[in-house]
């Protein structure tokens, strides 16, 4: 009883830092610190997940600082951009040119006020004065210049809305891209305006198609731009009311060539009458329909490729003075996406970002418009919050028990574990599914509750106990601490000999595997495996020795005196083929290079203890026990199985089926030896038929007796009802090459084997 009440008292009180997480992740009691821990890790991990890479497909003219110097500065008068609109889309041949830019008023550079006034003069009955003035309007018309280079061309102009008391509005809006009604009623799915400026009704007639630029930032954040609205609503009176596009958004439906086809999707209400949850924004229609995940406020995160600027290497820079002198050589920026915008800081265009203090904003839209085309999306799905509380009361509760039972150099591996566990399932489901989750509370609640629990069990555990635990926590499985725990006196790390079962599990097809996974992607993977093997050997109360590079060394009977662990030792190796084989249908699905395992098993005398130099000791066997099923290991892909037992272990574990494999002598030893393979056990349908197995122990007393004619004889049936078994193929070719051979008298049918086979 006392024990129970240490252990529950124990729990109560790691249970503290849960319940706080609890409360910040159900939203009751937020914690700022949290908030901002989680923007920094989504940060760090989207700039340590960028690509890196230059997207060919988008270039940005840049009204920088050196162009400003050389054409004046900003606004400029609208035949410049005229003539740079010419050459984009004429000369240079351009897909799309999308205008991170507003022109909301009149060009008053422009010389037609000069020459209306002459025409109102005491010349206008003058024909020839009159035709003189009809010759120069176009000319001295900037407006009308740079609508006439518009005009019928793939071009995006931009817009902004504003939110005020008194609604204002200037310019002409593009027609909405979906109505009000397109949203249920009840929630804003989109930010609302009232008011905006767009571009003057010359130029929104010569291009009707354009987006706006707004980026909205929560007040309560730090405002760093790492989402983007790509509907707005309007709900003024100046113009139709409605859902518009952002200027991506737009110039992604101009590159794609179709009509206007956008289509929210909704998730099921979460209760009966309650509201339908905004999912994402489908983007065309058909094959070529695009899905992209949106937030309630039909923001998306933005996919940056890089640092950002004109040399972060994502996208081409080309100076606007550059383009418009003709710099560029005819069709450079040929099928290309062209967006115009600026890094100048006077224009005031340079935003936060998690992957750049002065971002500039053109490029904002520019990695939106990379993103959609290559569907490198990124979403924080409606459950996130679920996901939080879930992996916060998870992780929490299995610390808060976990920590209880285990020793210190165990509950940190546990803790550790567990941090890597949340972790990697969210860096998983980050890199598979584009799904940005919260990290920060399940993050921290592990060194909180590990505090708590070991400050506690500090003082209630006892001093035999920790230390014992210290003594073989890292070696054994816990539930053969917990056995030891109960009378700590019996255990200590002396060597001794004892008889205990060893196990070598080698895994092959390494190579193969790193010439086809990145480094990180192979670590994973061998961890995972080797995760999977460590639990079946814990599970069968098998002590880990050692990991050597692809191998794991394991034994049994000892520091806990277990009965049967030469059976245990073999179910465990079964089990472990049977975990590969599991693995191995997944590669083969996802078509990686498949893997195998060479298992050795022995039985018998060895010695068991802390072992090692002065400078590094570790709990391990030695002896000729030892080395031997290290050899068996080796002599598995000889035989073409994947475990290879000695007689000595077949004898002590009797419910299993055998095959007998061979007569061996291997390196360092004189004595030949019998080996085995386990088939499973006895009654259990994969053992093999007994008539199989009789008539394979007829052919190898034919093999031994030297009678090679009859020994094929009987080989004969078990070949033809398996011919792939290369156990069958050895022994074929070994009577094939032995049967014009008289009979040796000092023969006694083993096979020599003087290295360590591969």
């Avoid at 004046?72 to 005229?82: E, T």
């Avoid at 009809?134 to 902004?160: C, I, S, W």
């Avoid at 992996?391 to 920590?403: C, E, K, Q």
């Avoid at 205990?500 to 961890?527: H, I, K, W, Y």
Wanted: glycine share 8%; with cysteine; hydrophobic share 45%.
């Amino acid at each position: 009883m006392s024990g129970l009440r240490r252990h529950g008292a124990r729990i109560a009180i790691t249970l503290l830092p849960v319940m706080l997480m609890l409360l910040h992740a159900a939203d009751i009691w937020r914690l700022p610190l949290l908030v901002r821990l989680d923007q920094i890790i989504y940060d760090a991990r989207l700039r340590a997940t960028m690509p890196g890479t230059l997207d060919p497909r988008i270039v940005i003219v840049d009204i920088d600082e050196t162009s400003l110097q050389q054409l004046g500065q900003w606004p400029w008068s609208r035949d410049k951009l005229a003539r740079l609109t010419d050459e984009l889309m004429g000369r240079q041949r351009a897909a799309v040119l999308g205008f991170d830019v507003l022109f909301a008023e009149p060009d008053t550079s422009s010389g037609l006020p000069v020459l209306r006034q002459l025409a109102a003069g005491p010349w206008h009955d003058d024909p020839k004065f009159a035709a003189e003035i009809e010759r120069l309007t176009p000319q001295l018309d900037h407006d009308a210049l740079f609508a006439t280079a518009l005009a019928g061309r793939r071009v995006a102009l931009g817009y902004y809305f504003t939110q005020t008391a008194g609604a204002r509005a200037t310019g002409r809006l593009p027609a909405p891209a979906l109505p009000p009604q397109a949203f249920p009623p009840g929630l804003d799915y989109a930010a609302r305006w009232n008011g905006f400026g767009a571009n003057i009704p010359l130029l929104a007639t010569a291009a009707p198609e354009a987006g706006f630029f707004n980026v909205v930032l929560d007040p309560r954040e730090d405002g760093v731009v790492r989402s983007v609205p790509l509907l707005a609503r309007y709900d003024g009176t100046d113009a139709r009311p409605g859902h518009y596009e952002s200027l991506a958004l737009v110039v992604h439906r101009l590159i794609e060539g179709s009509p206007p086809a956008l289509t929210p999707v909704f998730a099921p209400a979460a209760s009966p009458g309650g509201w339908p949850a905004l999912e994402a924004l489908q983007l065309g229609a058909g094959a070529s329909r695009l899905r992209v995940p949106v937030d309630q406020s039909a923001s998306m995160l933005v996919p940056f490729r890089g640092p950002g600027g004109a040399r972060g290497g994502s996208f081409r820079y080309v100076a606007a003075a550059q383009a418009l002198a003709g710099a560029l050589a005819p069709g450079e920026l040929e099928g290309k996406v062209v967006l115009i915008g600026t890094t100048a800081p006077g224009l005031q265009d340079l935003r936060s970002t998690p992957v750049g203090a002065v971002f500039p904003g053109v490029e904002v839209h520019a990695n939106i418009i990379s993103g959609l085309l290559d569907r490198r999306l990124l979403v924080t799905p409606d459950y996130a919050a679920g996901y939080e509380l879930v992996t916060v009361l998870g992780a929490g509760l299995l610390l808060a028990i976990g920590l209880s039972l285990l020793s210190a150099p165990r509950a940190a591996l546990l803790a550790v574990l567990t941090a890597a566990a949340l972790a990697g399932l969210n860096s998983w489901l980050y890199l598979g599914a584009g799904l940005v989750l919260p990290l920060a509370a399940a993050l921290v609640v592990v060194p909180l509750a590990f505090a708590f629990s070991m400050s506690w069990g500090y003082f209630v555990e006892a001093r035999a106990s920790r230390s014992l635990a210290k003594l073989f926590g890292t070696y054994v499985p816990p539930q053969l601490v917990d056995e030891m725990r109960a009378d700590p006196a019996r255990y200590s790390m002396r060597a001794q000999g004892k008889q205990l079962t060893v196990m070598f599990c080698d895994m092959r097809g390494f190579t193969r595997l790193s010439e086809r996974m990145a480094p990180v992607e192979l670590q994973a993977f061998l961890n995972a495996v080797f995760s999977r093997l460590t639990r079946i050997i814990s599970e069968h109360r098998g002590t880990i020795d050692k990991y050597m590079g692809d191998c794991v060394m394991a034994f049994w009977g000892a520091p806990v005196d277990t009965p049967g662990h030469a059976a245990l030792a073999v179910e465990a190796a079964l089990q472990m083929a049977a975990a590969v084989r599991e693995i191995n249908g997944t590669h083969r699905d996802n078509g990686r290079p498949e893997i195998s395992v060479g298992i050795g098993i022995n039985t018998g005398l060895m010695s068991v203890g802390d072992m090692g130099s002065a400078v590094r000791r570790s709990y391990t066997v030695v002896g000729d026990a030892v080395n031997l099923a290290s050899r068996l290991e080796g002599l598995s892909s000889h035989y073409g199985i994947e475990i290879v037992a000695s007689a000595a272990t077949q004898s002590a574990a009797p419910d299993f089926a055998w095959q007998e494999l061979d007569l061996v002598r291997v390196k360092g030893k004189a004595r030949a030896v019998r080996i085995f393979t386990p088939l499973g056990r006895m009654g259990d349908s994969a053992e093999g038929s007994h008539e199989a197995l009789a008539q394979w122990a007829r052919t190898l007393d034919a093999y031994r007796a030297q009678d090679w004619h009859q020994a094929q004889h009987l080989l004969a049936p078990l070949l033809a009802a398996d011919a792939k078994k290369v156990l069958y193929q050895l022994y074929a070719e070994r009577l094939a090459s032995l049967a014009l051979r008289p009979k040796d008298p000092d023969w006694d049918g083993a096979t020599r084997f003087d290295s360590k086979q591969q």
